[in-house]
């Protein structure tokens, strides 16, 4: 296992301290998504079937759809051994409690002016597959759309080379909610969901996460659809004192290291010697894991501080996926927090329960993205519109103001419009 160890000033010197999401390296993977996304446009079902059997090695047959039975989502949730449906069921309603926290009441405003929010008609969401199958991705995503009243939410997920989903996908879809299911992965089910086809509708908003395809695609379509964001690789960025256990440390680390090669996990620490035994605590742990020779690919840091104060203003400077605080003023340095997706304070706060069952969402900004960015939410499948109903008397107490910075900007039928109305 290679853990890179640095000092403030050689981790604030490092590109990797300044990591952030650049698809410029993937220019050979963005000319071949684009392309599939322009076929998906023109050709709909016909490229679907040809990208879908090339990439996710099936495509329905001539009497078939990509659509997968909606009885066969009841059934699935149906013979889920009972725990696993017990566990979807409770981390389902866990979700669905913080979410519905986030609708903001009606709120007064300045008379004739109102703040109308309504929901997108259709949102598509995605599940990823491949490595593993993310049923958690399932409520994580539908949940807060149909909290926000979305009327419509279809979801895409990869097939099996037999056309088959994974049985804890669809009964996820089935406990959250989904309308429809359909089996299409990759670039290709992005573009299906930004442009329609025959058999696949065109939503409003696309959301989930995604490998690099998923991610370019998302890039590709923006404009023709809302997406909830272009995510980077996973990470986690632990802040520990001397007092912190190493072997709950190397636990969170290799936790996010294991989903993928190109994910981080940092530990900031005032403490050398928490830092050697982190280190040495994570080197027995990667050997013991089934997804071992993932974690030793990814990256993975330790930065020596020279003390608390600084590990937070090198987390803030960081922004994280995840941030993990795990000193003896966790609580009062949580308070200091200012870019991070989620924050979990505390030794017994593991991230993989915020995965799960916490309740937060777990689509969270990353690669810096959390300096301007927010989780997936309800907002997500929300937009706003104002609504302006003046009468004369509104109209002659604005004219005056709207007049003058009409004119101070040289747009003269800007003023005259406002100005016919009182001759």
Not at 70 to 93: T, V
Not at 394 to 408: F, H, I, K, P, Q
Request: aromatic share 6%; glycine share 8%.
């Amino acid at each position: 296992m290679s853990v890179k160890r640095f000092d403030s000033a050689s981790w604030l010197g490092s590109p990797m301290s300044r990591r952030r999401l650049d698809l410029s390296q993937f220019g050979s993977e963005r000319a071949v998504v684009a392309d599939m996304c322009a076929r998906v446009a023109a050709e709909g079902d016909d490229a679907l079937r040809e990208l879908g059997k090339k990439f996710d090695g099936w495509a329905p047959g001539p009497r078939e759809t990509f659509e997968v039975p909606g009885r066969e989502l009841a059934a699935a949730a149906d013979s889920l051994p009972p725990a696993d449906r017990d566990a979807l069921e409770f981390a389902a309603k866990r979700i669905r409690a913080f979410h519905e926290r986030q609708l903001q009441p009606a709120s007064g405003g300045l008379p004739g002016l109102e703040l109308v929010t309504r929901p997108v008609r259709r949102a598509g969401l995605y599940a990823p597959g491949g490595r593993a199958a993310y049923p958690s991705t399932v409520l994580m995503t539908v949940i807060p759309a149909r909290i926000a009243k979305v009327p419509e939410v279809v979801l895409a997920t990869p097939p099996r080379p037999d056309g088959s989903v994974p049985k804890a996908i669809l009964a996820a879809a089935h406990i959250a909610g989904v309308d429809t299911v359909y089996r299409i992965g990759g670039a290709q089910a992005i573009a299906a969901l930004a442009y329609g086809t025959t058999t696949i509708p065109r939503v409003d908003v696309v959301a989930g996460p995604g490998n690099i395809y998923v991610t370019l695609a998302k890039r590709e379509v923006f404009g023709a659809v809302g997406v909830d964001g272009i995510a980077g690789p996973t990470e986690v960025l632990v802040i520990a004192d001397d007092g912190a256990r190493p072997d709950f440390v190397a636990a969170d680390l290799a936790a996010q290291l294991e989903h993928d090669p190109l994910a981080w996990a940092v530990l900031i620490t005032d403490s050398s010697h928490l830092a050697d035994r982190v280190e040495d605590e994570l080197a027995s742990l990667v050997g013991g894991l089934e997804r071992k020779e993932i974690i030793r690919k990814a990256n993975c840091c330790i930065v020596v501080a020279g003390d608390l104060d600084e590990a937070m203003h090198l987390a803030n400077d960081f922004a994280p996926e995840h941030l993990l605080i795990v000193t003896s003023d966790a609580d009062r340095r949580a308070t200091q927090v200012e870019n991070a997706g989620a924050v979990f304070v505390g030794p017994y706060s593991t991230v993989p329960l915020g995965d799960y069952v916490a309740g937060p969402n777990h689509t969270l900004p990353t690669a810096g993205a959390a300096r301007f960015a927010s989780p997936l939410g309800v907002h997500t499948f929300l937009k706003r519109t104002s609504v302006l109903s003046l009468d004369r008397d509104d109209l002659e107490m604005l004219r005056d103001a709207c007049v003058r910075l009409a004119e101070l900007e040289g747009l003269g039928a800007h003023a005259h419009a406002v100005e016919v109305r009182l001759e």
